[in-house]
């Protein structure tokens, strides 16, 4: 029996899987963007405090801000709109905040879901010695007021700011302060709010 047909066909099959198996290897190799996720509002039965490091500068991300600044915005709004609840939802749809170096998307606040973008101008918090960042410095003066038995810090980390992350995370453990992080791609937006993915502490 003849089988060098059968042959040809199963060699050109193999050739066809082998050329796909590359092609995949080489897309996967060069993915770089990492797609943020919300966030849970508690992990462990601690709360976290939101950092951003970008630009190799500390950014705080106070949630009590967050909500506070929707709150007003909100007060606001519905005076201007006369409690008319279309047009207020009309406005309510074109509206930005900015909160501590950051744009906040009101929409998806009033659903509970902060989602922040990075405002590339703002100015953070930069520290260069652990030792110096006392109790009364902007950085440590956070630390300080966290609650070790009920709070822990969670790192949001951009591309360009590993060294202040650092820095920040061992200032932290040497408060005896639980640490978590997450690394962020350089403009993504970071979400916070429920639904999301569990944080654990390193």
Same mark, same amino acid.
Request: negative net charge; charged residues 25%.
């Given at each position: 029996?003849?089988?060098?047909?059968?042959?040809?066909?199963?060699?050109?099959?193999?050739?066809?899987?082998?050329?796909?198996?590359?092609?995949?290897?080489?897309?996967?190799?060069?993915?770089?963007?990492?797609?943020?996720?919300?966030?849970?509002?508690?992990?462990?039965?601690?709360?976290?405090?939101?950092? *951003?490091?970008?630009?190799?500068?500390?950014?705080?991300?106070?949630?009590?801000?967050?909500?506070?600044?929707?709150?007003?915005?909100?007060?606001?709004?519905?005076?201007?709109?006369?409690?008319?609840?279309?047009?207020?939802?009309?406005?309510?749809?074109?509206?930005?905040?900015?909160?501590?170096?950051?744009?906040?998307?009101?929409?998806?606040?009033?659903?509970?879901?902060?989602?922040?973008?990075?405002?590339?101008?703002?100015?953070?918090? *930069?520290?260069?010695?652990?030792?110096?960042?006392?109790?009364?410095?902007?950085?440590?003066? $956070?630390?300080?007021?966290?609650?070790?038995?009920?709070?822990?810090?969670?790192?949001?980390?951009?591309?360009?700011?590993?060294?202040?992350?650092? $820095?920040?995370? =061992?200032?932290?453990?040497?408060? =005896?302060? =639980?640490?978590?992080? *997450?690394?962020?791609?350089?403009? =993504?937006?970071?979400?916070?709010?429920?639904?999301?993915?569990?944080?654990?502490?390193?």
């Amino acid at each position: 029996m003849d089988l060098s047909s059968f042959t040809d066909l199963m060699t050109c099959i193999l050739g066809v899987l082998v050329l796909i198996i590359l092609l995949t290897g080489i897309d996967a190799s060069q993915i770089t963007v990492l797609v943020a996720t919300p966030k849970e509002m508690q992990s462990d039965d601690k709360a976290p405090v939101f950092f *951003e490091c970008r630009k190799n500068q500390l950014f705080h991300i106070s949630v009590d801000e967050l909500k506070k600044a929707c709150d007003e915005k909100t007060e606001e709004l519905r005076e201007k709109t006369a409690g008319n609840e279309t047009e207020f939802l009309k406005v309510a749809a074109q509206t930005l905040l900015e909160v501590g170096g950051h744009k906040l998307d009101y929409t998806y606040a009033l659903m509970g879901k902060y989602v922040l973008l990075p405002i590339p101008e703002a100015e953070g918090y *930069e520290f260069t010695s652990q030792a110096a960042e006392t109790p009364d410095k902007w950085y440590g003066s $956070r630390l300080a007021a966290i609650d070790p038995e009920t709070q822990f810090i969670c790192f949001l980390v951009r591309p360009d700011s590993y060294r202040i992350f650092q $820095r920040a995370r =061992n200032l932290a453990w040497i408060k =005896n302060l =639980n640490v978590a992080c *997450e690394l962020q791609d350089e403009k =993504n937006p970071i979400m916070i709010g429920p639904g999301g993915e569990r944080m654990f502490m390193q």
